[in-house]
């Protein structure tokens, strides 16, 4: 089974950024679109953006449009999540997810905890 792999959380200040990365645990992995959600504590998981991966269409959270980015690196089979002006409603475990060739995410990455002080 195909493990994604998240990296680049952290702690930072309000108004910092963070890149998060995700690679697959196979390089042939390819997957149709990836997505980024998010936990915080005592909340339920959260749609972040997703991107198609052909396309590199893209689609934000209203929560987070204008301040974070996807992109996708096809050489590396990577996926990032570049992450501007960060608030404190920001922390939490980032999570990566792959479809596949499905249509619903089927894989996911450990996530990476980000922490964003005031």
């Known amino acids: 089974q195909v493990q994604l792999v998240e990296s680049g959380g952290g702690l930072v200040q309000a108004g910092d950024s963070l890149r998060l990365s995700c690679s697959p645990s196979?390089?042939?992995?390819?997957?149709?679109?990836m997505g980024w959600f998010r936990r915080a504590p005592g909340k339920e998981r959260e749609f972040v953006g997703r991107?198609?991966?052909?396309?590199?269409?893209?689609f934000y959270a209203d929560s987070v449009k204008g301040r974070f980015t996807i992109s996708r690196n096809n050489a590396e089979n990577t996926v990032y999540l570049q992450m501007n002006s960060l608030i404190p409603d920001d922390t939490a475990v980032y999570y990566c997810?792959?479809?596949?060739?499905?249509?619903?995410?089927?894989?996911w990455g450990q996530g990476t905890q980000v922490t964003v002080s005031s």
């Open positions: 997810a792959g479809t596949g060739d499905t249509t619903v995410y089927m894989y």
């Open positions: 196979e390089r042939t992995f390819s997957s149709r679109e």
């Open positions: 991107i198609t991966w052909n396309s590199g269409t893209t």
